[in-house]
């Protein structure tokens, strides 16, 4: 793969009551997008952040936000996030009644589009709406919590769509990015790039681990040390 590693932390591990600060820290240490859990306690079990606070957030960052929906239904929210600074908004297939019209709509809206697809969605959701993905992001864990244990099943769907687009690409050559998301570790890092992700999402890993300054150099340092070959 020629295309350096991505590291997305997940503030849905960071301290909340001090989420400017947070985010500031992560694009200090090298972060590559900032990564933004968004739970409606319907479509997962769990009640995040909305676009007010991607608004807040925005002004402290200049890297990408990257806007994970874990909402149902989807679209509504779309317009939103975009008018509050996100820059890539991925949503769960089975949560729209119309997957290519949401994809069209949040290009529409200036984000690159991706969908995600839970441990045991089938990869076949890319199928028909290739053209329209900027990004697949195979959740490695159920969605609606941080800190949950990595399920291998995910390397070998890892593989199968790093093929599915690396295909793609060779025809058209358009790049389609490929993340995951969900128990991400410096302990397994090396075998989910080595399965063909291009862009890591790590919550606890990060948020969990602050260098005595309160920043996040030294674990963001390991985990890019521990994706390499
Ligand atoms: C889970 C979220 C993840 C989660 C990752 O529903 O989409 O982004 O916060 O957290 P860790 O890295 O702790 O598994
Ligand atoms: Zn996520």
């Known amino acids: 793969m020629t295309t350096a590693l991505r590291l ?26 900032v990564h933004f859990d968004v739970m409606d306690n319907h479509y997962v079990p769990n009640l995040t952040i909305g676009p007010l606070v991607c608004e807040a957030i925005r002004p402290h960052v200049s890297i990408p936000i990257d ?14 996030f975009a008018k ?29 589009a991706g969908i995600v697809l839970n441990p045991a969605t089938p990869l076949d959701w890319m199928d028909h709406v290739m053209d329209r993905l900027d990004i697949v ?29 690396d295909a793609y690409t060779g025809e ?5 990015w490929l993340e995951v998301d969900g128990g991400v570790k410096s302990d397994n890092i090396g075998a989910i790039v080595a399965a063909g992700a291009d ?7 990060v948020f969990g681990a602050p260098d005595p300054d309160g920043g996040y150099r030294g674990v963001m ?6 994706a390499r070959p």
């Open 8 to 33: 997305a932390p997940s503030i849905l591990s960071a301290d909340f009551a001090r989420l400017g600060e947070e985010v500031r820290a992560i694009e200090a240490a090298g972060a590559d997008l």
């Open 67 to 80: 806007v994970h929906l874990m909402v149902e239904p989807v679209d509504a929210l779309i317009p939103l």
């Open 84 to 112: 509050a600074g996100a820059n890539l908004i991925t949503f769960h297939p089975e949560a729209s009644r119309h997957v290519d019209r949401t994809l069209q709509l949040i290009r529409d809206h200036g984000c690159k």
């Open 137 to 165: 992001l195979l959740m490695s864990v159920n969605p609606g919590f941080g800190g949950q244990r990595f399920i291998d099943a995910t390397l070998p769907k890892l593989r199968e769509a790093r093929r599915r687009i």
């Open 172 to 176: 058209t050559g358009r790049a389609i």
């Open 199 to 205: 862009t890591c999402v790590a919550g606890s890993a």
């Open 221 to 226: 340092k390991t985990l890019r040390s521990s």
